[in-house]
């Protein structure tokens, strides 16, 4: 598991753009990811399942709901190329969803 972990960090580091956190696990199967303020998990979510990347959404992990701003990576049931290409579709979909919101008129912005 730790080659699996690894290669989705490095992969991680490689393609995501400013903004996003991640935690670094030293145990475990899986690590916390999060999008920018004002981004939607919801909307990563669905663009990355339409490039063909299943993500779980944090809300339903905590108690008090979360605010729609990450998700739970797990990493040990892919080989590390389908981590990497796995990765590397969900930053395209985290890019196109934080394109757009900066296209948005400020009144609308951070609405999603």
């Known amino acids: 598991y730790q080659e699996r972990r690894d290669a989705m960090l490095e992969a991680l580091e490689e393609a995501m753009p400013q903004g996003v956190h991640w935690t670094v696990p ?10 920018p303020r004002g981004i939607s998990a919801q909307d990563i979510a669905a663009r990355a399942a339409a490039n063909g990347v299943l993500v779980a959404r944090a ?17 040990t049931s892919n080989q590390p190329d389908r981590l990497r290409l796995g990765i590397k579709r969900l930053a395209e979909a985290v890019i196109a969803a934080q394109r757009d919101q900066e296209q948005l008129p400020p009144a609308l912005a951070g609405r999603r």
């Open 26 to 35: 030293q145990s475990g199967f899986y690590l916390w990811f999060t999008v």
């Open 59 to 75: 809300s339903p992990f905590f108690a008090q709901g979360d605010p729609d701003t990450g998700f739970r990576l797990t990493f």
